[in-house]
């Protein structure tokens, strides 16, 4: 069973950045497609963006020229780099192994002043 450790969520004024990153604890890291969701405060949890096996990326419209999602397969990690941060983008963000339908515990996003 994979095992996934975030890291990286904090506090971070309007307008900065943030890096996010998902380690996982398989062998079998380079074959799963990976995303990153958020659930803010009262709202349904979304997807924010997602990552292939092989590297292939797609983006949530708001978040789209903002947050970049990326990997690397040999230290098994999934990076959700978040730049122009606003206050609604502050919420729980999740690592999620696609393939296997497993979650991260999350990782608190708070974008205030």
């Known amino acids: 069973q994979v095992q996934l450790v975030e890291s990286g969520g904090g506090l971070v004024q309007p307008g900065g950045s943030l890096r996010l990153s998902c380690t996982a604890s398989?062998?079998?890291?380079?074959?799963?497609?990976m995303g990153w969701y958020r659930q803010a405060p009262g709202k349904q949890r979304e997807l924010v963006a997602t990552i292939s096996s092989d590297g292939r990326t797609n983006y949530a419209d708001s978040m789209k020229g903002r947050f970049t999602i990326s990997r690397d397969n040999v230290k098994k990690t999934a990076y959700l780099q978040m730049n122009s941060l606003k206050p609604e983008d502050t919420a729980v963000y999740y690592c999620y192994v696609r393939d296997l339908e497993v979650w991260g515990p999350g990782t608190l996003v708070t974008v205030s002043s």
């Open positions: 398989s062998s079998m890291f380079r074959r799963y497609a």
